[in-house]
């Protein structure tokens, strides 16, 4: 097997880990059976890794007083998104563009992180005006391996 067969199985296991602990957990049954793993820390983990990062953006950023030489929209997007999928909120369009600080900048990196794959963006189920932004699975769980990484 070819190691990135390797890699693609084991990013699609984790993702289904990640989905079955959602499922145990959002059903009650979460208690059933013993878990060969910790999701609830790898989540800890990552999400204070991503406010962390995320927050040393915004620093060097306000420190060198330029959103521009120091811009990475699809990275802020990324963590500002998992960092409220970890917490389970809900993003809409306009809170992702107004938060990023470049509206017509972020519009652009949303479309682009849509056709990767890596956010989905929908109507938001009880105000159809509204749009709703979230990480695919996908996103959400390269985004939590890569910050587990850098947290260790």
Not at 3 to 21: C, G, P, R, W
Not at 73 to 82: E, S
Not at 120 to 144: C, F, H, R, W
Request: glycine share 4%.
């Amino acid at each position: 097997m070819k190691k990135a067969d390797v890699k693609s199985l084991a990013e699609k296991f984790d993702t289904a880990l990640t989905i079955l602990d959602e499922i145990r957990a959002s059903s009650g049954f979460d208690v059933l059976g013993e878990k060969r793993f910790q999701p609830q820390l790898r989540r800890e983990t990552a999400l204070e890794a991503a406010e962390r990062a995320y927050e040393d953006r915004r620093t060097r950023s306000e420190q060198f007083n330029d959103e521009q030489i120091f811009g990475e929209p699809a990275w802020d997007i990324l963590l500002d998104l998992f960092i409220h999928h970890t917490r389970h909120e809900e993003v809409a369009i306009r809170s992702a563009c107004v938060d990023s600080r470049a509206p017509e900048i972020t519009m652009r990196w949303l479309r682009a992180l849509d056709s990767e794959g890596l956010i989905q963006i929908n109507p938001d189920p009880d105000d159809k005006a509204k749009k709703l932004v979230t990480l695919t699975p996908s996103g959400y769980e390269s985004m939590l391996r890569y910050l587990q990484k850098i947290a260790l």
